[in-house]
């Protein structure tokens, strides 16, 4: 399902079923999670056409199995880490306003 998903959406830009396949078997053999391999897939994917990569800091604490909390000081971390090697973190990880609506 997950491989359908990708290719209705990204084989109009050249991915290739045996491309999103190699992507889930390194991901299974270097013992990566399945929502770390889909995040590895959308990166890899968003290099091919150029588009920049989002998620959430929740979404990444999931993949990597971690608290929002733990996430959140992993993050603040490594934007320390950027600022002191003279980068901008911001081109790392941005925040964005969260709008939440109820039904």
């Known amino acids: 399902m997950v491989i359908q998903n990708v290719m ?11 491309m ?18 889909y995040f590895d897939i959308c ?4 290099e091919i056409t150029g588009e920049e990569f989002y998620c959430s800091s929740s979404d990444m604490a999931r993949a990597f199995g971690v608290s929002d909390e733990e996430m959140g000081r992993i993050i603040e971390e490594a934007r320390q880490e950027l600022i002191e090697a003279g980068e901008n973190p911001d081109e790392y ?3 964005v ?3 939440r609506f109820m039904m």
């Open 43 to 46: 990166r890899k994917i968003s």
């Open 93 to 95: 990880f941005r925040e």
């Open 20 to 37: 999103v396949e190699e992507v889930i078997d390194a991901g299974l053999e270097g013992g990566m999670s399945y929502d770390l391999i």
């Open 97 to 99: 306003p969260v709008q």
């Open 8 to 18: 209705n959406n990204y084989g109009k830009y050249g991915i290739t079923t045996d």
